[in-house]
């Protein structure tokens, strides 16, 4: 059964700091890009940012560029988003989110919620 | 960037309608698109790849066509089960882009 399960969500102060995990299993991690995803409370979906299968290729979206970075850690089927600078606007649930965009191979973790408040 | 425009942004229907919902990408994206439903709490599942392929395991009320700007997603007759919002997503270049989303309600 494939499955991602994101961690590493919390409430944290603007201008503070926050490192969200997903842990992979069940598919071959390291043939996959990987993204994160997320949406605010009430609103629609938001891409975040890409990474490669090997890391060759990183993309992130203009509204977090300069404050997020994208890793991954084949070796330990792992995605992680490390998040600087964090602002109300910030506030989300966050998804990992794998796929081969030509086939039917689409995988979600649950979410994990980040709130950014003071 | 390329933006997505989908609508209606609401739909109020009944079980056994048949329903469509559009996105209009700003420039083209051959059929680089997706659709998703979500639910409230749940994270997006994708119904159609590659604009018009069927994910597996999804009925095949669900159906998607559309290439280069203009895109569709049809459910040919409604069930209790499909109430819910849907939105598509554009692969084509990044940065990737979800339309602004679809909320289908019941009559």
């Known amino acids: 059964e494939v499955q991602l399960v994101e961690s590493g969500g919390g409430l944290v102060k603007p201008g503070g700091s926050l490192r969200l995990s997903c842990a992979a299993s069940?598919?071959?991690?390291?043939?996959?890009?990987m993204n994160w995803v997320r949406q605010a409370p009430g609103k629609g979906l938001e891409w975040v940012s890409s990474?490669?299968?090997?890391?060759?290729?990183?993309y992130y979206a203009d509204s977090v560029k300069g404050r997020f970075t994208i890793s991954r850690d084949n070796a330990k089927n792992s995605l992680y988003l490390q998040m600087n600078s964090l602002r109300a606007e910030d506030t989300a649930v966050y998804y990992c989110q794998g796929n081969d965009w030509g086939t039917d191979h689409d995988y979600w973790g649950q979410g994990t919620l980040v709130t950014v408040s003071s | 960037d390329i933006q997505m425009t989908q609508s209606p942004s609401s739909l109020s229907a009944s079980v056994g309608d048949r329903v469509t919902i559009t996105c209009r990408a700003s420039?083209?994206?051959?059929?680089?698109l997706g659709w998703y439903q979500q639910k409230p709490g749940k994270a997006p599942k994708r119904l159609i790849y590659?604009?018009?392929s069927l994910q597996s395991g999804v009925p095949s009320r669900f159906s998607g066509s559309g290439s280069g700007t203009e895109f569709t997603l049809t459910i040919s007759s409604l069930q209790p089960e499909d109430f819910a919002t849907y939105y598509c997503?554009?692969?084509?270049?990044?940065?990737?882009?979800f339309g602004q989303g679809t909320k289908l309600e019941i009559k």
């Open positions: 069940g598919f071959t991690f390291s043939s996959y890009s």
């Open positions: 590659a604009a018009s």
């Open positions: 990474i490669s299968s090997s890391s060759s290729y990183i």
């Open positions: 420039q083209g994206i051959r059929n680089d």
């Open positions: 997503l554009q692969h084509n270049s990044y940065s990737y882009t």
